[in-house]
């Protein structure tokens, strides 16, 4: 597989608000390929420290490791190798591949979910198997029960309300709705488009989204919440490594994934408030789980890759 495939496969990747914020630079033996941080991709009002952004690179990283592996070549990712922020890993194409290969299919088939799901409940064994997965890749995913799910309903619908009455992030949200077929943002019809900013722009829907959000908590198959230990750039790569692994083994299950991620970005207390129903953990993702038929897919940015100079060694 070529560097250029690698990348397309790395771009079936999720990211918040379909940014696909992530820029890759291969070395001239393509042996090497660094990630970073597409910045003009951020969202400094939804994500002001970049967090989701970090996240949504991690997830891309796994994809790209998925990728490789099934191509027969392994990968040595060595996170944050230099003094730049943005360089948030380089990837050795090199050594005996891993399982992630077996996963390579669910990479383009894997859709985010955005409705409500069958009133259905999810095999034990399965949620074992995704908290296998996020574990592997060094983070936690917390399947909620019962007296959890209530907590976090009511913190979706509280952080609906506090997103939706800021102004900023309503434009901010607005400004990504897009009719493309190709390239970023969150696609919607020609004839949806103008309305759909100008309510989203204008309206503070936070009540009543809040109330059906809280519903869709209540109601959803499984509710699951990934964390990490710590809350560092680092933390955040390996919670999107840990974000795709768990998907992508979520929809070999039949499940899909929709994401109630409020909680954590509506400020920093009601994400406090989250990471004590985890007994302390840091609460990065929280979605819900449940079975969908086939979805469509959204759009990419053109796959591109720069040539680098070389990346450096693994420390
Ligand atoms: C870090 C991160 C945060 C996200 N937050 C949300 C969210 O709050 N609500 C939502 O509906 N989708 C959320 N998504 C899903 C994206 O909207 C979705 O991945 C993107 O539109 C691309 O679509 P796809 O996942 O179907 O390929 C998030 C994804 C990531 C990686």
Do not use: K
Not at 3 to 18: G, K, T, Y
Not at 253 to 279: D, K, T
Request: hydrophobic letters at 45%.
């Amino acid at each position: 597989m070529s560097i250029m495939e690698l990348v397309a496969a790395a771009a079936q990747a999720p990211s918040s608000h379909n940014t696909q914020p992530w820029r890759w630079i291969a070395s001239p033996d393509e042996t090497r390929i660094e990630l970073h941080a597409d910045r003009r991709q951020a969202l400094p009002v939804n994500d002001p420290r970049g967090r989701e952004l970090v996240i949504s690179c991690g997830a891309a990283l796994f994809a790209l490791r998925v990728a490789a592996a099934h191509a027969g070549t392994g990968t040595v990712v060595v996170p944050f190798p230099s003094a730049d922020p943005d360089h948030l890993a380089t990837v050795h194409l090199a050594g005996t591949p891993g399982d992630e290969g077996a996963l390579y299919d669910a990479l383009a088939a894997r859709h985010t979910h955005h409705g409500p799901f069958a009133r259905t409940s999810v095999p034990p064994m399965v949620l074992a198997a995704l908290r296998a997965a996020a574990e592997a890749e060094g983070a936690c995913l917390h399947v909620m029960d019962a007296l959890q799910r209530d907590s976090v309903a009511g913190l979706v619908a509280e952080a609906d309300r506090v997103l939706w009455c800021d102004r900023g992030w309503r434009r901010e949200l607005a400004r990504w709705f897009r009719i493309r077929r190709r390239g970023d943002g969150l696609p919607v019809s020609i004839a949806a488009l103008v309305p759909t900013r100008f309510v989203v722009a204008h309206l503070d829907l936070g009540r009543r989204l809040g109330r059906a959000d809280a519903r869709l908590v209540e109601e959803a198959p499984a509710v699951v919440v990934l964390a990490t230990h710590e809350d560092e750039p680092e933390d955040w790569l390996r919670a999107g490594q840990a974000l795709e692994r768990v998907l992508l083994v979520a929809h070999g299950a039949g499940l899909s994934a929709a994401f109630e991620n409020q909680p954590c970005e509506a400020s920093p207390a009601m994400r406090a408030r989250l990471a004590a129903v985890l007994q302390g953990h840091v609460p990065q993702m929280v979605a819900r789980l449940g079975p969908t038929a086939p979805a469509r897919p959204t759009p990419r940015r053109p796959v591109r890759v720069s040539a680098g100079r070389g990346a450096p060694a693994p420390r």
